[in-house]
């Protein structure tokens, strides 16, 4: 064969494969739309009530059609070789004749799925189109997973078709909540990892367990977070004394709001980078899939608030993090970014009390109510989806602190 022969085989093959990859997302999508049909995960969805027949209907449309364009595609691509070929005299002249074919009949079928179709159609997650790069079948860390927005972004990330999702807390309610997030899911996708983040030696065997089991980890918002308010000088009316913020609430803050985060994240780049350079991959190319995502938590404290001199802290000190391991894991196909929540319900939130919500919260708020946890669980996989995204999010409800 001659080298144009050659070059023009290698385009073909090359497309070949991409149209592959796009059947297959494409057929995932439509599978993504049974999760509008209750019944298949035991997900609630909507109020339509059982509709087996049209179901199974709706299923073997999907698959068949899905079989029938594979088939066209076959056909085409062959039509194309065989015109290249004779153009450029290479083997014998074929006939060209384009073949189109047919899609198969409706299926109608009176019965319930067969136990492989409910298997496959429960492992199908609720969004799949615009978040299959980055999400479907990806394995994700996230921190702090136990309640609050770790919990939500945990079970968000689990409904949107990710592979695995490690749920570390060190509360042992963690167990229940994966538990909980498997049932709906109806698949196990949830892994409960208990420990301190703080600790080095925990962080790594998280990372181990997730790869022995599951894969490269290429998920990572480390979420968890702790308060310790107080007023960076205080005067005390009885002795007429200041008192200072104790610095080891300073450090314990910085510890876990600041330094755990970013060797969470930073560990996940490091693995990423030492796979990529077993595979003799040097710098990211854009014409690579995105290797890896990293969200961090900031919140609007970090624009300063009266009382929390510790937690501000650590969360501007987070905007500095992500701003310079954006530069650097770049390189190695991981995007990194940061997103700052308002006050949102949550069990940190919460105890500040209710009358400290109501006057020194909501009435600065545009919303006039607190964040809901899944309000910034979406926009978490908005950023961790769209790999135009960068930088900075603000999901404050309009939240502007008084002076």
Known sequence: MSTAGKLFDTVFENAYKATEVNLRLQQELLLG????????????????????????????????????????????????????????????????????????????????????????????????????????QKVAVVTGAASGIGEAVARELAHRGAKAVMLVDRHEGVKDLAAAINKESGRDVAVAAIGDTTDEGFRKRVFNEAMESYGMVTICVPAAGITRDGLAV???????RAEIYPIESFRQVTEVNLLAPIYWGIEMVARIAEQRLEKGLKRWEPEETIQGVVVFLGSVSSQGNKGQISYAVAKAGLEGATATLTKEAIFHGVRCGIIHPGFTDTPMARALGEDFLKKNVLPYTQLRRLIRPDEIADAICFMISNSAVSGELWADAGWHPPA
């Open 33 to 136: 739309w049974t999760r509008f049909l209750p019944g298949f995960t035991g997900r609630k969805v909507g109020s339509v009530g059982e509709l087996p027949d049209f179901r199974q209907q709706f299923s073997h449309g999907i698959m068949s059609a899905a079989r029938a364009q594979r088939e066209l595609f076959d056909q085409q691509f062959d039509a194309a070789i065989t015109a290249f070929d004779e153009a450029l005299g290479v083997g014998k002249k074929r006939s060209t004749t384009p073949v189109v074919a047919e899609l198969p009949p409706r299926v109608v079928v009176k019965d319930e799925p067969t136990p492989e179709a409910a298997i496959a159609l429960a492992e199908v997650p609720r969004i799949v189109a615009r978040t299959a790069n980055n999400i479907f």
């Open 234 to 240: 205080r005067i005390n009316k009885e002795s007429g």
